[in-house]
């Protein structure tokens, strides 16, 4: 193949000059260097000095006439016509390449391209020699000129992956060698041969095609290590072994991993990391698609809380209660006794070869538990939830229809008895039942909307339409305290002292005011009260925390239920001489239940069984974005939950 740029006639025996041409493609390229280039041009000698040129790089490769690296051109360069004489000359070794060659009239002075073919030379490093041919002491020599045998004697053995998995999944299961062969000259030589892996007692053998990679299945080789040993012959006859080592490893499994939602389990039920979710992935190894199977297990010490079987590698998520002696139902566990300590939870995985894979995590348990946890009741209507009042077992559920309108849907157990809307009570924030008055009253609330309080008759006939017909009918008064108590409002009765309690104000400047829940029993002359219902008597300021949501009476304890972005909290407020409520909570204990609370209501009574003197219930939106608003009973908790 011409590794020169421009081509001559070839030399065999007397050298025929042949006119200046461009270099046709070589027959095969050599694929270890670029393109042979043209010869650059040489600056020109100047009167009858001869320079010869070569493109640099160049190289001839042995056997001749195999269509690789045959021939080169050679150019001869001088500043005056004439004729010279070209040989190769190695050592003391002198090969003649062509007599009284006539240097030609060029643009730049006089020059002439030969052709050298390989077939002339020896394997070896060789220069090539002008000389005049009158006068043999103007000379010129080329560069060195390498002549290769072609054998492989630098032989590359390059398996695409060292690790393969004989497992037949498609995925690593077959070799894929590379081999090359480069001669003395470090140019690359075309081989023959064949490519053997040898594993245990077996092997696989593929003959080479060309320059092509060869693959060969592993799937019938046992697993381990091997060996790929590859065998190739020279166009010139050269022969060369080589060998390399790979490993044949079993499709196992290869990544798993446990996550924790929490490293600490509190099982208590008080709604705070009651549970613990353990999420687990596993897949074969060697990016394999073969299933992984197996087990999750949480111990302690030789005790085994739970084990969960895991069918696959894909994501599952567990639920653990924290317990020991439970039930796996699926994929939670339910019932079980609280052990406290800590506890190892335990990913077991194989895959169709290898041994189990295990991936440990640690979980703590302890008994701490709140004060209170809120037991769901029931899922209520769509909308803004907002109050919340009981009465007679009836639960009245207050919600912001938008444009200062809300309604009150009434309940009974889970059931929807009545909705009356749409009412003229903006925000409708909280509602209170007396059993003074038998009326409901209903506070407006939010930031932006000014204080009143709206008398309800829960006796009206509009409640129990199934189309009311005038929803307003049934609203017997308003105490207007827009001008005095700001905003925010919401209320609680009193009926002990007779009394209503209004909640108001802004964030850091709240207050609560006594109000008066029925008219004073003293009158004027006209037999008007001196003191009429809905009169402020008194105002104090109160603190709290978070956003406000609800508040009642617990015995004589005002408690307030509040919102952070967090979790819930109700805070509780004593008597004070004056009384009304000290200004900061004597105690307060958080709500891990639902979303933003909405609403509280408390039923006096002797019978709860929890030591408190009422019953309460919470409203809350659902925790989940789209879950059902919810109601709830708050409860004290034991380590007996």
Known sequence: MAAGAVAAATIAGALVAAPPVAAAPAATPGPTASPTATAPAAPRPAGSALAVVLAPGTVLTLPAKDGLRDTTTVRILSGRGGRVDLDAVRGKRTVHLGSRLALRSARTGFSRSVRVDVAKLAAGTWRLRAQRSADHSVRARSAALPVGTGAPVHVGVRPAART???????????????????????????????????????HVTRTMRGTAPVQLPVTALPLGAATVTVKVTGASGGKAVRRTALTLAPTGVGALRIARSSTTVLP?????????????????????????????????????????????????????????????????????????????????????????????????????????????????????????????????????????????????????????GPLPISHVAELAYSTTTDRLYAATGGAKTPTKIFVLDPTDPQ??????????????????????????????????????????????AYSVSSVTLTPSA??????????????????????????????????????????????NRVEKYDLTNSALYTAQASTSADLYWGGEGEGMATVAASDTNDGLPAWIFVGAHSAVKGGPNMLGRLVPVTDAD
Not at 360 to 365: D, G, I, N, P
Not at 528 to 554: E, F, K, R, Y
């Open 164 to 202: 393969l998995y004989p497992y037949a999944d498609g995925v690593l299961d077959a070799a894929l060698v590379t081999v090359t062969a480069k001669d003395e000259t470090n140019a690359v030589v075309p081989v023959t041969g064949s490519v053997r892996i040898d594993a245990g007692k077996q």
């Open 463 to 508: 409640w129990g339409m199934d189309a009311p017909t005038d929803p307003t009918a049934v609203i017997k008064g308003v105490y207007d305290f827009s001008g005095t108590l700001g905003n925010n409002a919401m209320v609680a009765v009193d009926d002990a002292n007779k009394r209503l309690l209004v909640f108001s104000g802004a964030t850091g």
């Open 268 to 420: 208590v039920r008080d709604g705070r990391l009651d549970t613990v979710a353990l999420t687990t992935t596993g897949a074969a190894s060697g990016g394999s698609p073969a299933k992984v199977s197996g087990t999750l297990t949480v111990s302690r010490g030789r005790t085994i809380a739970a084990v969960f079987p895991v069918r696959s590698g894909t994501q599952h998520v567990f639920t653990w209660n924290g317990r020991v002696g439970g039930t796996v139902q699926g994929t939670t566990t339910v019932d079980g006794a609280v052990v406290p300590g800590t506890y190892t939870v335990t990913l077991a995985l194989k895959g169709p070869q290898g041994p189990v894979r295990t991936k440990t995590a640690a979980l703590t348990v302890t008994k701490e538990h709140l004060p209170y946890a809120v037991r769901d009741l029931f899922a209520v209507g769509a909308g803004n939830q907002q109050g919340l009042a009981v009465r007679n077992g009836m639960f009245y559920v207050g919600y912001d229809t938008g444009n200062d309108t809300s309604r009150i849907d009434l309940y009974d157990g889970g059931t929807l008895m009545s909705s009356l």
């Open 522 to 567: 003293e009158t004027d002359e006209n037999g008007v009260p001196l003191v009429p219902a809905g009169t402020i008597t008194a105002t104090a300021p109160v603190s709290i925390s978070g956003v406000p949501q609800g508040m009642d009476l617990v015995g004589q304890q005002l408690w307030i239920y509040t919102s952070t972005k967090k979790v």
